[in-house]
């Protein structure tokens, strides 16, 4: 595994904006989720997870801009988590 697997420091901020309450089952099976890209030997995972644009432009380790990145949807639910599986920034699931 070549990338740093870490949270941004949104990822609490976008968990109170959307109203997911710890503990909760969107929390539980949004926690699995992280737990699964966080400890996968193979991202992006073939015909689970989808290339697309950032919902918003993040500043790579070079200094370079990243505007793409990949998303997997928290299962049974309208809610995707998205990430950069190349080590392009050191904090990089959101």
Do not use: K
Request: proline share 7%.
């Amino acid at each position: 595994m070549d990338r740093i697997p870490g949270l941004t420091r949104d990822y609490s901020a976008s968990l109170d904006r959307l109203g997911i309450a710890r503990g909760s089952p969107v929390a539980r099976a949004l926690g699995r989720l992280v737990r699964e890209v966080l400890t996968a030997d193979t991202l992006p995972a073939p015909g689970t997870d989808v290339e697309a644009p950032l919902p918003r432009i993040v500043e790579g380790r070079a200094g370079r801009q990243v505007v793409s990145g990949y998303a997997r949807r928290v299962r049974g639910r309208r809610l995707w988590l998205w990430f950069l599986p190349h080590g392009d920034v050191s904090n990089s699931c959101s």
